[in-house]
Nanobody
Framework: QVQVAESGGGSVLAGGSLKLSCGVAGNLRTLVPLAWFRQVPGKEREGIAALATYGATDYADSVKGRFTIWKLKVENILYLQMDSLKPEDSGMYYC????????????????????WGLGTQVTVSS
């Protein structure tokens, strides 16, 4: 059993930065693949950044070069650093885990994840 919980959302002007955090707890929490997703009303949940078991990462094309995903191993906290934010980055951001899985490849597909946080809102104004 794995649990995740996000924090760190808020409002920022375009061009600004935000850092999201996700606490990871439970069995095998140091190995479980993790990812950040974004959802806006009326649209499907979109994979933004993924971190595989041994550290490989992948990003959506829309955020490459601007967002960075990483994890503090000892504290088991997943981060998403978001720089050069744009209004289209606005949405509800979710942390997700693939409980019970060890995978060397990062995965941005929502269907691959079975554990979700409640989300944190990010609003970027122009």
């Amino acid at each position: 059993q794995v649990q995740v919980a996000e924090s760190g959302g808020g409002s920022v002007l375009a061009g600004g930065s935000l850092k999201l955090s996700c606490g990871v707890a439970g069995n095998l929490r140091t190995l479980v693949p993790l990812a950040w997703f974004r959802q806006v009303p009326g649209k499907e949940r979109e994979g933004i950044a993924a971190l595989a078991t041994y550290g490989a990462t992948d990003y959506a094309d829309s955020v490459k070069g601007r967002f960075t995903i990483w994890k503090l191993k000892v504290e088991n906290i997943l981060y998403l650093q978001m720089d050069s934010l744009k209004p289209e980055d606005s949405g509800m951001y979710y942390c997700a885990a693939r409980a019970g899985t060890i995978d060397a490849l990062p995965n941005l597909s929502p269907s691959a994840y079975n554990t979700w946080g409640l989300g944190t809102q990010v609003t970027v104004s122009s």
